[in-house]
């Protein structure tokens, strides 16, 4: 097995040298760093990550505190971390944050520091006062995705807005009835999305002078959720909406797979409309709020980076974009409908522009 003295005998350097080639700590030429590399990858020499962090203090490991894992939201943000750190030549380790609060603060006070990261991650996590002071004890860059934390970097979309500008799409096309199906108001996730997203569905109402009334269901934020919760919704005609803002696209592709189980089109005779741009929304042709945890997910990663290299890093709180994308799922209420729908859909942006999947 070859060592890291005959990788720098190879290179013809000395074995600091090579040492700091490899690491990545101090300053060597990109020349030599690339003879280096280039020695290691002949003689097939693996650096020690161990013996590599007593030399430099990094692990070049990231934490990931997140709720869920099998959850698309969750899923997609952690694949996007993960495929930020592997180009950036970090490992990631998971850590699944329980309701249990024992085993939450377990995670927090023992496995974080015991499993040494240069960085810590948070996906949807409200942390508490005694979670944040232990992380901050860690004396590492701590990012939060999906809402702010206080004292800490953080990335997160408006729920409010985004839920405003979904309804506002139906209250534009003439829609008067409309229901929102969304998170049981008194299981609320962290940084509380689903009143916020209620929040800002009610706004668009009150704005269009519309006043509630039997306007919300709760169901759990799932495609098998969102068909049950529509299935009683939408087979009673006294309360048929001729809408639906669904909190989630999974409770949006379960209500439109409801209407067709019950013989009701749409959206000749019923509007859908979700948040997220689920991988299975286009397919379903749903209209959506395009939020892209991926992305956010490669973005979180871009800034625990970068205070991992500032001698004072400076929090930053990151307003994500928002993007209306409109399908053929919304159209205006049966007795306005006058124009075909488009098939493959059209954007409008709220924020910065991010890359149209639908181009």
Wanted: hydrophobic letters at 45%.
């Amino acid at each position: 097995m070859a060592s890291l003295a005959d990788v720098a005998r190879l290179a013809g350097v000395s074995k600091a040298t090579a040492s700091r080639a490899l690491s990545g700590a101090g300053e060597v030429s990109p020349s030599t760093r690339e003879r280096v590399v280039s020695a290691a990858a002949e003689l097939g020499f693996v650096a020690s990550s161990t013996a590599a962090s007593l030399v430099t203090g990094r692990t070049r490991n990231v934490g990931v505190v997140s709720p869920f894992v099998s959850r698309w939201y969750f899923s997609e943000v952690i694949e996007g971390v993960e495929e930020a750190l592997i180009r950036e030549g970090y490992d990631l380790t998971l850590f699944r944050v329980q309701e249990d609060p024992s085993r939450r603060q377990r995670v927090f006070d023992y496995f974080l520091v015991r499993k040494r990261v240069d960085a810590v991650i948070t996906i949807a996590v409200a942390l508490s006062p005694d979670e944040v002071a232990a992380l901050r004890a860690l004396g590492r860059p701590v990012v939060g995705v999906g809402g702010g934390i206080p004292g800490m970097s953080s990335l997160q979309i408006d729920d409010v807005a985004a839920a405003r500008l979904a309804t506002e799409h139906l209250l534009s096309l003439g829609h008067r009835h409309i229901v929102h199906l969304g998170g049981d108001q008194t299981e609320q996730m962290d940084f509380h999305i689903h009143s916020q997203r209620l929040a800002g569905f009610r706004q668009a109402l009150a704005g269009a002078g519309i006043p509630p009334h039997d306007d919300f269901l709760a169901t759990p934020l799932t495609i098998p959720g969102g068909f049950q919760v529509a299935l009683d919704l939408l087979g009673d005609p006294r309360r048929r909406p001729t809408a639906i803002f669904a909190a989630s696209d999974e409770i949006a592709i379960g209500a439109i797979m409801a209407a067709g189980r019950l013989g009701i089109r749409v959206p000749q005779e019923l509007s859908v409309v979700g948040i997220d741009d689920h991988e299975l929304s286009e397919m379903h042709g749903l209209t959506t709020v395009r939020q892209v945890p991926r992305e956010q997910g490669e973005l979180a990663v871009s800034l625990a980076l970068e205070a991992m290299s500032a001698p004072a890093p400076e929090t930053r709180d990151v307003a994500l974009p928002i993007t209306l994308v409109v399908r053929s799922s919304t159209a205006a209420p049966p007795e306005r409908t006058t124009l075909p729908r488009e098939s493959h859909g059209h954007v409008v942006r709220a924020g910065a522009d991010l890359p149209d999947r639908d181009a």
